[in-house]
């Protein structure tokens, strides 16, 4: 079955950066929208970043200006590069892909902890 493989989480200290990674393990068809999403300790997940197959991107108000989506539709890759980290980023972040046909592709999640 296509799994979601995830990498660039850590620790950083506020002010710095980190790019996370997240590529399936064969071609996904049809894919609509490529997306990160983040659950924060004591929150619900909430959706960081997205990018559709047109390339049009959407962030949430509390990461514009600083994290970046971008993908690889041949490679079946998204990539979310965060810049001037907060304190406020720690979360773990999840990967999901949805196809043209509402089938939903999620990764494991991977933590990123921002330390002030």
């Known amino acids: 079955q296509v799994q979601l493989v995830e990498s660039g989480g850590g620790l950083v200290q506020a002010g710095g950066s980190l790019r996370l990674s997240c590529v399936a393990n064969q071609k996904i068809s049809s894919i609509n929208t490529w997306a990160w999403y983040r659950q924060a300790p004591g929150k619900q997940r909430e959706l960081a970043a997205s990018i559709t197959y047109s390339g049009t991107t959407n962030y949430a108000d509390s990461v514009k200006g600083r994290f970046t989506i971008s993908r690889d539709s041949a490679k079946s890759t998204v990539y979310l590069q965060m810049n001037s980290l907060k304190s406020e980023d720690t979360a773990v972040y999840y990967c999901?892909?949805?196809?043209?046909?509402?089938?939903?592709?999620w990764g494991k999640g991977t933590l990123v902890t921002v330390s002030s």
């Open positions: 999901n892909f949805l196809t043209h046909y509402a089938v939903n592709y």
